[in-house]
């Protein structure tokens, strides 16, 4: 490489783990950290839970201190955002007017909370929770609330849910679907943390669109529903999912639907761009059955980790294919869910354990495709171990108390 050396566009959990891994794996050329966020590189998942929890404080966020970019000679540029890039001369364009000569450029800028398109939706009260500056705004705001509505019951939502509930503030979860997590865990899964957050004292309201957030003097005062109902709040928490930032790449003409669309080796189809983290779709081995083309785009610290890791690789001359198991995790109250692998809504459930511990197999085409666990860590940690290697799982096997799951993950059995 010349002295141009590699430019990343996003400074998250992804950009930084790139960055880290090429000074680790011994790459000597420039590298150069753009983010359109102030603050140090930081970790997101604690934002909906410890850290709104008073659990943990804004440096116990940080990925690193200080002195670690100078230390790797990684240069950080907080507060900019990339606005272009200029493929034929390799450049990325920066909103302060200036532009970075790149050898190779990372995209690596992650998404963006997907508004709520409805009147009101702009008042003071009403909050989003994506990063370090939303979560300020909120902790500034929890204290004094009398009634708090969240608007989506996916992972951010109910795990603020719960943080709230657990101050003793009255909460009430609307989701458009008939359950929690709808579009991520099985059924079973979905009627536990059900159960589990109305014991908290969370109301939900399920089946439900909002059609305005009704407000006086500028801040938010209760929300509308679809069938006429009206619910006081004067906090409202939106968390309807993400979309993409895909900007950069549509605008240089790179393929970029639903994520940067990216080969197995996170490359775009120029040789000199690629793209990681929360902004790419790429090929994954555990998506069969789950796209037409066996592609995903996948939100998850695990995902942004091993994707920096795997570029850093091929950076270095070591190029891989992409192949590592997806795995997630949500904190919500007292209860600690683990998911490893990807299901999809038509698969099969097998349930295994009771009570308050218990894990849900998934199986597409009778094949293991995902396991979701509560309160039982042993159960993830094989689930992985059985999912990565491709291991055979029957039905059968899964619902049966007595069979030894962890003789075969080890390859005993």
Same mark, same amino acid.
């Not at 200029?86 to 800028?109: F, I, K, N």
């Given at each position: 490489?010349?002295?141009?050396?590699?430019?990343?566009?996003?400074?998250?959990?992804?950009?930084?783990?790139? @960055?880290?891994?090429?000074?680790?794996?011994?790459?000597?050329?420039?590298?150069?950290?753009?983010?359109?966020?102030?603050?140090?590189?930081?970790?997101?998942?604690?934002?909906?839970?410890?850290?709104? &929890?008073?659990?943990?404080?804004?440096?116990?966020?940080?990925?690193?201190?200080?002195?670690?970019?100078?230390?790797?000679?990684?240069?950080?540029?907080?507060?900019?955002?990339?606005? @272009?890039?200029?493929?034929?001369?390799?450049?990325?364009?920066?909103?302060?007017?200036?532009?970075?000569?790149?050898?190779?450029?990372?995209? @690596?800028?992650?998404?963006?909370?997907?508004?709520?398109?409805? $009147?009101?939706?702009?008042?003071?009260?009403?909050?989003?929770?994506?990063?370090?500056?939303?979560?300020?705004?909120?902790? =500034?705001?929890?204290?004094?609330?009398?009634?708090?509505?969240?608007?989506?019951?996916?992972?951010?939502?109910?795990?603020?849910?719960?943080?709230?509930?657990?101050?003793?503030? *009255?909460?009430?979860?609307?989701?458009?679907?008939?359950?929690?997590?709808?579009? &991520?865990?099985?059924?079973?899964?979905?009627?536990?943390?059900?159960?589990?957050?109305?014991?908290?004292?969370?109301?939900?309201?399920?089946?439900?669109?909002?059609?305005?957030?009704?407000?006086?003097?500028?801040?938010?005062?209760?929300? @509308?529903?679809?069938?006429?109902?009206?619910?006081?709040?004067?906090?409202?928490?939106?968390?309807?999912?993400?979309?993409?930032?895909?900007?950069?790449?549509?605008?240089?003409?790179? *393929? &970029?639907?639903?994520?940067?669309?990216?080969?197995?080796?996170?490359?775009? $189809?120029? $040789?000199?761009?690629?793209?990681?983290?929360? /902004?790419?779709?790429? $090929?994954?081995?555990?998506?069969?059955?789950?796209?037409?083309?066996?592609?995903?785009?996948?939100?998850?610290?695990?995902?942004?980790?091993?994707?920096?890791? /795997?570029? =850093?690789?091929?950076?270095?001359?070591?190029?891989? !294919?992409?192949?590592?198991?997806?795995?997630?995790?949500?904190?919500?109250?007292?209860?600690?869910?683990?998911?490893?692998?990807?299901?999809? *809504?038509?698969?099969?459930?097998?349930?295994?354990?009771?009570?308050?511990?218990?894990?849900?197999?998934?199986?597409?085409?009778?094949? +293991?495709?995902?396991?979701?666990?509560?309160?039982?860590?042993?159960?993830?940690?094989?689930?992985?171990?059985? +999912?990565?290697?491709?291991? !055979?799982?029957? *039905?059968?096997?899964?619902?049966?108390?007595?069979?030894?799951?962890?003789?075969?993950?080890?390859?005993?059995?």
């Amino acid at each position: 490489m010349s002295a141009a050396g590699i430019v990343v566009a996003g400074a998250g959990q992804a950009g930084f783990q790139l @960055a880290a891994s090429l000074r680790e794996g011994g790459f000597r050329e420039p590298i150069t950290l753009v983010g359109d966020e102030t603050a140090l590189p930081y970790q997101r998942p604690p934002l909906s839970k410890a850290y709104l &929890a008073g659990k943990t404080d804004r440096e116990g966020l940080f990925l690193r201190q200080p002195g670690f970019f100078a230390e790797h000679a990684i240069t950080h540029r907080p507060g900019i955002r990339a606005v @272009a890039i200029d493929r034929a001369v390799r450049r990325l364009h920066l909103a302060d007017g200036d532009s970075l000569a790149y050898d190779h450029l990372v995209l @690596a800028t992650g998404a963006r909370n997907r508004p709520l398109p409805v $009147p009101g939706a702009d008042l003071g009260g009403v909050h989003q929770l994506r990063g370090l500056a939303d979560a300020d705004a909120l902790q =500034a705001e929890i204290a004094a609330a009398r009634a708090i509505v969240v608007v989506g019951a996916g992972f951010i939502g109910l795990e603020f849910a719960a943080v709230a509930a657990a101050r003793g503030l *009255p909460v009430t979860v609307i989701e458009a679907a008939d359950r929690p997590m709808a579009r &991520a865990v099985s059924a079973e899964m979905g009627a536990f943390f059900r159960g589990a957050h109305e014991a908290m004292g969370v109301r939900f309201a399920f089946g439900a669109g909002v059609t305005a957030i009704l407000g006086r003097d500028g801040r938010a005062t209760g929300i @509308a529903l679809a069938d006429g109902t009206e619910l006081p709040a004067d906090l409202v928490l939106i968390g309807i999912g993400v979309l993409p930032n895909r900007d950069l790449a549509l605008d240089a003409d790179l *393929p &970029a639907d639903d994520g940067v669309r990216v080969d197995a080796f996170l490359a775009t $189809p120029d $040789p000199s761009i690629s793209a990681i983290g929360d /902004c790419s779709r790429f $090929p994954s081995p555990f998506a069969h059955g789950l796209s037409a083309d066996g592609t995903v785009r996948i939100e998850s610290v695990q995902n942004a980790i091993d994707q920096g890791r /795997c570029l =850093a690789a091929r950076l270095l001359g070591k190029p891989a !294919p992409y192949g590592a198991l997806p795995w997630f995790w949500s904190d919500q109250g007292p209860h600690k869910l683990q998911i490893a692998g990807l299901s999809g *809504p038509g698969d099969a459930s097998v349930v295994r354990g009771s009570g308050d511990a218990f894990s849900v197999f998934r199986f597409r085409d009778g094949r +293991l495709s995902a396991v979701e666990s509560v309160d039982r860590a042993g159960d993830h940690m094989i689930a992985r171990r059985l +999912l990565a290697a491709g291991t !055979p799982l029957t *039905p059968d096997q899964a619902a049966d108390p007595g069979f030894d799951l962890k003789a075969l993950a080890l390859g005993r059995t």
